[in-house]
Nanobody, 122 residues
Framework: QVQLVESGGGLVQPGGSLRLSCVASGSIFSINHMRWYRQAPGNQRELVAGVTRGGATNYADSVKGRFTISGDNAKNTVWLQMDSLKPEDTAVYYC????????????????WGRGTQVTVSA
C-alpha cells in the first residue's frame, strides 16, 4: 500500500505564491511519473502538471510560465511551485503517482492523495 501526503495549500492573494509538496510512502520499487491535478467546484478534475522519472515535464496551458513541477525520485517527493496565482487557480489540488509496487508480483499502479485546498482571493 502506498500513501500520499500533500501539504502547502492555503489562502493567498492574487499574484502571490504557494509551494505544494507530496510525499509518497510505502513499498515503492520505482516511479513512472508524478502529477498534480486540481478540481474546482462544479468542474471536472484536470491535469495541472506532470513530471516523469526521467525529468520530462508537461503543463496545462493555463499554468504554463507560472507553475513549476519538480520531483525527487530518491525521496518519492514531488513539488509544485505556483507563482502569479490567479483566482481561477482556486481548487483542491491532488497529487497522483504511478509507481511499481507489489509483494509477490510487481505491477504499475496509480495512487492519489486526499487533496489540499488552494484559495486565491483578495
Amino acid at each position: 500500500q502506498v500513501q500520499l501526503v500533500e501539504s502547502g495549500g492555503g489562502l493567498v492573494q492574487p499574484g502571490g505564491s504557494l509551494r505544494l509538496s507530496c510525499v509518497a510512502s510505502g513499498s515503492i520499487f520505482s516511479i513512472n511519473h508524478m502529477r498534480w491535478y486540481r478540481q474546482a467546484p462544479g468542474n471536472q478534475r484536470e491535469l495541472v502538471a506532470g513530471v516523469t522519472r526521467g525529468g520530462a515535464t508537461n503543463y496545462a496551458d493555463s499554468v504554463k510560465g507560472r507553475f513549476t513541477i519538480s520531483g525527487d525520485n530518491a525521496k518519492n517527493t514531488v513539488w509544485l511551485q505556483m507563482d502569479s496565482l490567479k483566482p481561477e487557480d482556486t481548487a483542491v489540488y491532488y497529487c497522483n503517482v504511478n509507481v511499481l509496487v507489489g509483494a509477490t508480483r510487481l505491477s504499475w499502479k496509480d495512487f492519489w492523495g486526499r487533496g489540499t485546498q488552494v484559495t486565491v482571493s483578495a
